[in-house]
C-alpha cells in the first residue's frame, strides 16, 4: 500500500529498541512495539492507499475540510456519533485535529482523515481506539460525508485502517460496534469482511440512552480473504 513505512526500516528501528536494552520480558514486548509504531505514526508521513481513497494522520490545514464536511452530514451522522451536533464549530475542528497526534504518541487513538486519491477531498474519518495492550485488540470506527457516501469509501477506510492496526500495532483483533438501527454501518462493516458475531445488550450510550449493539470482529485473516 502506498506510503506505508516499509517493513525492513519498521525492523531496524524495532531491532535498534531491542539492543539498546528497552525490551526485558514478552510482555514489554508487545508493548514497546506499539511504542516503536507511536514514533513511526508522527515520524513518517504515514499514507495509506488502496487506489481510490488514501488515509492519513489529520494535519493543521484539514480543519475547515472537516468543519465543511461535518457540517453538511449533521442529519445522517448525529443520531449515532454525538459529537457531530447542530452546533457543531470550527473551533470544535480546531481542538480535534490539533489533539490527534498527542492521542496517537499516547497510544490511546490513531486518528486518519480519509481522501480522495485523485482529487485529495476530504471525504470522512477512521480511527482504532479503546486499545487493549493485554489482549492485542482495539475498536475501529469511521463515518463518511454525506455527499460520498454510497461510494465504499468507508468500506474502503476500514481495511485500510485495520491493517495499520495490524501490521504496525501488531493487533490480533479489531472490532466493530454499530447500534443495531444502525443498518449503513453494519453493512460496511460486513463489506469490510468482519463477522457478525452477535447482539451486545444496551451496549452503547448515545445522548443519554442505551442502545443495543451489533458486535462484528475483524483477524488478520480476514483482510487475506
Given at each position: 500500500?502506498?506510503?506505508?513505512?516499509?517493513?525492513?526500516?519498521?525492523?531496524?528501528?524495532?531491532?535498534?529498541?531491542?539492543?539498546?536494552?528497552?525490551?526485558?520480558?514478552?510482555?514489554?514486548?508487545?508493548?514497546?512495539?506499539?511504542?516503536?509504531?507511536?514514533?513511526?505514526?508522527?515520524?513518517?508521513?504515514?499514507?495509506?492507499?488502496?487506489?481510490?481513497?488514501?488515509?492519513?494522520?489529520?494535519?493543521?490545514?484539514?480543519?475547515?475540510?472537516?468543519?465543511?464536511?461535518?457540517?453538511?452530514?449533521?442529519?445522517?451522522?448525529?443520531?449515532?456519533?454525538?459529537?457531530?451536533?447542530?452546533?457543531?464549530?470550527?473551533?470544535?475542528?480546531?481542538?480535534?485535529?490539533?489533539?490527534?497526534?498527542?492521542?496517537?504518541?499516547?497510544?490511546?487513538?490513531?486518528?486518519?482523515?480519509?481522501?480522495?486519491?485523485?482529487?485529495?477531498?476530504?471525504?470522512?474519518?477512521?480511527?482504532?481506539?479503546?486499545?487493549?495492550?493485554?489482549?492485542?485488540?482495539?475498536?475501529?470506527?469511521?463515518?463518511?460525508?454525506?455527499?460520498?457516501?454510497?461510494?465504499?469509501?468507508?468500506?474502503?477506510?476500514?481495511?485500510?485502517?485495520?491493517?495499520?492496526?495490524?501490521?504496525?500495532?501488531?493487533?490480533?483483533?479489531?472490532?466493530?460496534?454499530?447500534?443495531?438501527?444502525?443498518?449503513?454501518?453494519?453493512?460496511?462493516?460486513?463489506?469490510?469482511?468482519?463477522?457478525?458475531?452477535?447482539?451486545?445488550?444496551?451496549?452503547l450510550l448515545i445522548r443519554g440512552d442505551s442502545h443495543d449493539a451489533v458486535l462484528f470482529s475483524l483477524v488478520p485473516e480476514?483482510?487475506?480473504?
Amino acid at each position: 500500500m502506498n506510503g506505508l513505512p516499509r517493513v525492513n526500516e519498521y525492523n531496524r528501528f524495532y531491532e535498534r529498541l531491542i539492543l539498546t536494552g528497552c525490551f526485558r520480558t514478552a510482555s514489554a514486548l508487545r508493548c514497546n512495539r506499539s511504542h516503536a509504531a507511536h514514533h513511526l505514526f508522527h515520524a513518517m508521513n504515514v499514507e495509506l492507499s488502496d487506489g481510490t481513497i488514501s488515509i492519513r494522520p489529520y494535519r493543521e490545514e484539514d480543519a475547515n475540510a472537516l468543519y465543511e464536511a461535518v457540517r453538511e452530514s449533521i442529519a445522517e451522522v448525529s443520531p449515532w456519533l454525538p459529537w457531530c451536533h447542530e452546533d457543531y464549530s470550527i473551533e470544535e475542528s480546531r481542538e480535534f485535529v490539533g489533539t490527534r497526534g498527542k492521542s496517537a504518541a499516547d497510544g490511546e487513538w490513531y486518528s486518519f482523515g480519509v481522501f480522495a486519491k485523485d482529487s485529495s477531498k476530504f471525504l470522512g474519518g477512521v480511527g482504532l481506539n479503546f486499545i487493549n495492550r493485554v489482549h492485542l485488540m482495539a475498536n475501529l470506527g469511521y463515518w463518511v460525508r454525506s455527499s460520498s457516501v454510497g461510494r465504499g469509501v468507508a468500506t474502503s477506510a476500514t481495511k485500510l485502517a485495520a491493517s495499520f492496526g495490524f501490521e504496525e500495532l501488531g493487533l490480533h483483533r479489531i472490532e466493530i460496534v454499530a447500534a443495531v438501527e444502525n443498518i449503513a454501518s453494519q453493512r460496511v462493516a460486513e463489506k469490510a469482511g468482519a463477522v457478525r458475531e452477535g447482539v451486545l445488550r444496551k451496549r452503547l450510550l448515545i445522548r443519554g440512552d442505551s442502545h443495543d449493539a451489533v458486535l462484528f470482529s475483524l483477524v488478520p485473516e480476514d483482510l487475506a480473504r
